[in-house]
């Protein structure tokens, strides 16, 4: 079975410091990658995804992520957080068979400091 | 707006008290989710359907009943209301099941539920 963790629960950053927060996944054959970001009292909004192809991927609102596979995992990281960017992050993971839908971490809050 | 349509955005029940919450999407998409977010467990998959005419059990139908009236729509049922099933419940749409649903997920902006 697929799962996710996001280890960090809560992560608070300076505006204009770096971000990265942490994704881990299990999944026995090639994953289908996903981070979505959740404003206050909003769905999710997908950030960006990884299918294929080259490991580095970049995504909506200045974010990327890396895919390491010897390490499971699949952080998102962005060079500069601006205020705007406190919400809760959610990763998640996807089979490229089979009937499953979408398998979602626990999320990371994040807390932007003026 | 193209997206995910769901209603009601807010409902307070009393146990033992049913209710539908309802979802459309206007994506001609196939498939439909149900998730339900609880504080520090993330989004877990109550039911999906693969596409119209099917429905399949997640990680905790317990509870709930789901029909997939038409392609469009994906209704949630909780026949017998209880405090557990207090929660943000979101529905979601894609292109597909598999590959994480191709483009992804597209989300409603949820109904927060709560059962006294």
Request: include cysteine.
């Amino acid at each position: 079975a697929q799962s996710v963790t996001q280890p960090d629960i809560h992560i608070t950053v300076s505006e204009g410091a770096s971000l990265e927060l942490r994704c881990n996944y299990s999944y026995g054959a090639t994953p289908y990658l996903f981070w979505y970001v959740q404003s206050p009292g909003q769905g999710l909004q997908l950030l960006l995804k990884y299918f294929s192809g080259d490991t580095l991927v970049q995504g909506i609102k200045g974010f990327e992520a890396e895919f390491k596979r010897s390490q499971s995992s699949f952080n998102l990281r962005k060079p500069s957080v601006h205020w705007s960017d406190a919400a809760e992050y959610f990763c998640a993971v996807g089979a490229d068979t089979g009937r499953r839908a979408l398998t979602f971490g626990s999320g990371t809050r994040l807390q932007v400091q003026p | 707006n193209a997206g995910v349509t769901q209603t009601p955005k807010f409902q307070v029940l009393k146990t033992g008290q049913s209710m539908t919450l309802q979802c459309a999407q206007d994506m001609n998409h196939n498939s439909m989710y149900w998730y339900r977010q609880d504080p520090g467990m993330g989004l877990r998959l109550i039911y999906y359907s693969a596409s119209e005419g099917t429905t399949d059990k997640g990680e905790v139908p317990n509870g709930y009943n789901v029909s997939r009236l038409n392609k469009r729509e994906f209704s949630l049922r909780l026949e017998s209301a209880a405090p557990s099933q207090t929660s943000v419940y979101f529905c979601a749409s894609s292109e597909a099941l598999q590959m994480g649903g191709v483009y992804g997920y597209t989300f409603g902006s949820g109904t927060r539920l709560t059962v006294v």
